[in-house]
């Protein structure tokens, strides 16, 4: 998912090293990169915040200017396919088929003479990656890499990142005579550390590299010069500001000392002291409100300063709701409403699986048609430092870093702005019902005419255009995840929520009432492979809460009908109701 990458980059979300910062970490990088010996998999860690995928995003485009550049993946919690584990090795032989055209010769005459593509992970590894690369690779003039940023970020209900690593090590010799290397990036999580402990051979399969165990004093000359960088750019936005903005080396201390070795720290100062504030005028006021300068802590890993900079951010973003004017009314204990709608909206765009625009987003949280007003506008408008937000209200909205999810979701970093998992997630099913109950209210949503019903959605020349006229895309992100939602709040590993009477009430009116609407909804957006997957959770739920009764009956009878149905509602318009339906069991709601 290197585009995927690529436009985060675009969109101000990832960015590579700054010139002549990181230079003793991207000098260890390339060195292993250019050796024709050394094929251990190099893993680069860190905790949030230190610049894992800033380096990584170097490596790329250090390796593409050397012409060894095979494929990049990078992981995201932001988009469905980039953080589905399963697409990693398929996705880098993509790449590679298009970096080596022999390899991709041998690639096609390989998979062309297979019944079906390898399922699990390690038959990709080896039949999609390895084969191949093994019967070409003497023509190699050097070994070509591969880029996985944000192993930690892949999310999967069937698989974790564990058996990728453990493959990876595994391999080690066949990586040599593919000419292949393997760079990691992630954060220390624990499954992931695991997998690299147990290769205790002195180090004879994979090399590392801690970021948080990097001198201080190194990490920190780096910020100083983003920080610089920054302020500069800052500088020339508002060189026409009355009086213009300036700035010392006291202020770029200011910040650099603040950041504690986290370089998240230092952006996320910058992007508050450039954003729009209604508390605070122009950037120099924003920077002069900063709080005092803080003594750095031995543990360059400590979350401390990064929570107070959030804290910070939060606070004013829900008085500058409250339109507070007067800075000496700041008061930690605001108003519950209010600060429990911020935290609301900015909760959801933290956990939604997929994420939507600010007139979408509205749709889902306000549970509103689309023709409503957009009034999350205006309050993301205080959170541009934490939270990406669009010039229009149709481009997705995005967190900067993943750093902000885990302060907002950890209670002992975030206090009184702490995000429930499972019941924020119970919430946002409950809104996917309301929006389905809103506009999922027609048989037939996208109006087809008489003489199209029953023939084939490739037949229909427009129908891209249909769907989106027919389906906000909060319908649609309603459609294909309030499972998820609810499988996330009641079917938690640590502390699931008990099935409350209205979420009960929810999901029954939900299935007596909308069910086939539902399921021609998926088929319309062509996401019918999602029907009964959802289903098979939503039945292990209720199964799990003792609510498998008589009502839900109606589930599973839906589960048999699109299963044994499914090509012909997958590809036709409408065949839920004209082929399916009457082969429904008599006794059945359906």
């Known amino acids: 998912m290197y585009e995927k990458g690529q436009q985060e980059s675009k969109s101000g979300k990832r960015t590579h090293c700054l010139a002549q910062t990181r230079v003793e970490i991207l000098g260890r990088l390339e060195l292993w990169l250019v050796s024709t010996e050394d094929y251990r998999v190099f893993w680069l860690n860190g905790m949030a915040g230190t610049g894992k995928s800033t380096i990584a995003d170097s490596l790329v485009r250090y390796a593409r200017a050397e012409g060894c550049l095979g494929a990049a993946f990078f992981c995201s919690r932001d988009f469905e396919t980039a953080r589905d584990i399963n697409r990693i090795f398929p996705t880098i032989a993509f790449q590679l088929a298009h970096s080596i055209p022999l390899y991709k010769d041998k690639l096609i005459q390989l998979i062309s003479g ?41 999310d999967s209900f069937r698989t974790r990142p564990l058996p990728v690593v453990q493959f990876l090590i595994m391999h080690i010799e066949d990586f040599r005579l593919a000419r292949i290397k393997f760079f990691v990036s992630s954060r220390p999580a624990n499954e992931i550390q695991l997998a690299f402990k147990q290769d205790q051979t002195a180090l004879r399969r994979h090399d590392r590299l801690h970021l948080h165990d990097e001198p201080l004093t190194l990490v920190t000359r780096d910020i100083r010069a983003y920080t610089q960088s920054q302020l500069c750019q800052i500088k020339t936005e508002h060189s026409f500001d009355d009086p213009p903005f300036a700035f010392d080396d006291t202020d770029i201390d200011k910040i650099a000392n603040r950041a504690g070795g986290l370089f998240i720290v230092a952006a996320t100062l910058c992007r508050f002291i450039a ?111 934490v939270i990406l937000v669009p010039d229009d209200d149709d481009h997705p909205i995005r967190v900067f870093h993943a750093s902000f999810e885990d302060y907002l979701t950890t209670p002992y970093r975030s206090h009184s702005f702490y995000v429930n998992l499972t019941v924020h997630h119970a919430r946002l099913a409950s809104c996917c019902f309301a929006v389905m109950r809103l506009l999922l209210t027609a048989d037939d949503p996208c109006q087809i005419p008489r003489d199209m019903r029953g023939v084939q959605y490739s037949r229909i020349g427009n129908l891209d255009k249909i769907r989106t006229s027919s389906f906000p895309s909060a319908l649609a992100y309603a459609c294909s995840f309030w499972a998820d939602h609810l499988v996330k709040a009641f079917l938690d590993e640590k502390s699931p929520l008990s099935f409350s009477q209205e979420t009960f009430r929810e999901l029954q009116t939900f299935a007596t009432e909308h069910l086939l609407r539902w399921v021609n909804a998926l088929a319309i957006l062509g996401q019918l492979d999602r029907c009964i997957p959802m289903l098979a959770k939503i039945r292990r739920l209720l199964y799990f809460h003792h609510l498998d009764v008589e009502p839900f009956t109606i589930l599973y009878d839906a589960e048999r009908l699109v299963y044994q149905f499914y090509d012909t509602i997958r590809d036709h318009t409408l065949q839920v109701y004209i082929s399916a339906l009457p082969f429904a069991p008599r006794q059945s709601l359906l």
């Open 275 to 385: 954003g729009n504030n209604a508390l605070y005028g122009s950037p120099r006021e924003l920077l002069d409100c900063l709080p005092p300068q803080h003594t750095i802590v031995s543990d360059p890993v400590a979350t401390q300063e990064l929570d107070k900079v959030y804290l910070r951010i939060l606070t004013d973003a829900t008085q500058s709701s409250l339109q507070v004017s007067d800075r000496a009314n700041l008061n930690p204990t605001l108003d519950y409403d209010t600060k429990a709608d911020v935290l609301f909206v900015v909760g959801s765009i933290v956990l939604l699986f997929q994420p939507l625009g600010i007139r979408d987003l509205t749709i889902l949280v306000r549970r509103t048609s689309p023709n409503s007003p957009t009034p999350i506008g205006e309050l993301l408008k205080h959170l541009r430092s």
């Open 114 to 154: 297979m019944a079906s593509l390898p399922g699990s992970l390690e038959e990709q590894l080896n039949i999609l990656i390895l084969k191949p690369l093994k019967e070409v690779s003497g023509t190699f003039g050097r070994p070509y890499v591969v880029i996985i940023d944000a192993l930690d970020e892949c």
